[in-house]
């Protein structure tokens, strides 16, 4: 009798090994869901390339450089000069600089060099994104969680009191600027001072806590931080919310539902928000990357050590491969929030196939 557990001959385990290689390949260029992934990477592909060439003729369109000061120094020599410019590639057209920093980041997945900090761009920016981003992702979830309750309130208590009061309320945050909103906020920490830190991300202890105490001590560090990135973007999303959810409401199929007897609550949260949170899921893409913009001030008043204090100090000492990285970040911030709501937009609509969310 033959062993039904003897080992499979090495024809037959090397069949089934390629079998396994194969299958992604085969689920990228047979399937609904690969051909879109493969569509959107060649769009992010073609975008970045066009972002990146575009950014860096316009970098190029300012007058001076990096080595202006030094330039203006009697005390530096014109050979010392010219060997910075050599050692920085400055030497070179603005043609071969771009696509030599191109062909780097193909090849190598380098930045290049920062000028100011003489180190690896792709090291600066390894320490500074986990900071904007985790500011980021906070401030999301913050304006979500405030706007997107505030805005079923107003929408369902239409034209009362409540309502009145929240629309004056998003009026009023959403014509605040976050540079106000930041000094705002640091007049309050002053008055309230030792309440809220200001300054860093981290108290001068942090090393001495447990793990418990290092996320509580960076949490309560980002509150007001936090704080500025999201009151205006709360607004605007609340009173989205609310014209959304509204509009939904008087739509004959809640009228039917309300008519076969159904709670009003089961007819809000299950019927009608599904439908009207739609179009807030596709700005959360566009929301996603405006929020780096914001970070630059929100991070300059709280000495939050993200991108937004090294991206100004790169634009101030023109630290060209440092800008073109910086503004590359908000390109894939953009691509990465869009891909991110078609997702979403997918799971929470079933009616919407990946395939026309774009």
């Not at 769009?43 to 000061?69: E, W």
């Not at 380098?110 to 992702?137: H, K």
């Not at 503004?327 to 919407?352: C, E, H, K, S, W």
Request: proline share 4%; hydrophobic share 50%; net charge neutral.
């Amino acid at each position: 009798m033959t062993d039904n557990l003897s080992p499979l001959p090495q024809g037959h385990r090397q069949t089934k090994t390629l079998r396994w290689l194969l299958f992604p390949v085969l689920f990228l260029f047979t399937t609904e869901t690969g051909l879109y992934l493969i569509k959107r990477f060649l769009q992010a592909v073609l975008t970045l390339l066009m972002a990146s060439a575009l950014c860096f003729a316009v970098i190029q369109l300012a007058p001076g450089d990096f080595l202006d000061a030094a330039r203006q120094n009697p005390q530096i020599s014109p050979e010392t000069i010219a060997d910075l410019e050599a050692r920085f590639g400055m030497d070179r057209s603005p043609f071969e600089q771009y696509f030599k920093w191109l062909g780097q980041i193909i090849s190598q997945r380098d930045f290049g060099q920062s000028f100011a900090y003489n180190r690896s761009i792709t090291s600066i920016l390894a320490e500074r994104i986990p900071a904007t981003l985790l500011l980021s992702v906070a401030s999301i979830f913050v304006t979500w969680a405030i706007a997107i309750p505030l805005g079923i309130v107003a929408a369902v208590n239409q034209n009362q009191w409540s309502d009145r009061i929240l629309r004056v309320l998003s009026y009023a945050s959403q014509g605040i600027p976050t540079l106000i909103t930041g000094l705002v906020l640091l007049f309050f920490a002053q008055l309230t001072t030792p309440l809220f830190p200001v300054g860093g991300m981290t108290s001068i202890d942090h090393d001495d806590l447990n793990a418990i105490g290092k996320i509580l001590d960076v949490g309560w560090h980002m509150i007001l931080p936090t704080l500025a990135l999201s009151v205006t973007s709360f607004a605007g999303l609340q009173r989205i919310m609310r014209g959304e959810l509204l509009d939904v409401l008087r739509q004959d199929y809640i009228q039917t539902a309300r008519a076969k007897g159904l709670s009003e609550s089961r007819v809000i949260y299950v019927h009608a928000l599904r439908n009207a949170v739609n179009p807030l899921i596709t700005l959360l893409g566009f929301e996603f990357s405006n929020l780096l913009s914001g970070a630059f001030i929100t991070e300059t008043f709280f000495d939050w050590p993200g991108l937004g204090l090294l991206i100004l100090q790169a634009f101030q000492t023109q630290d060209l491969y440092l800008v073109m990285a910086s503004l590359m970040m908000g390109a894939v911030m953009l691509i990465v929030g869009n891909f991110l709501a078609d997702l979403l937009l997918n799971i929470v609509d079933p009616r919407i196939t990946l395939t026309k969310t774009n």
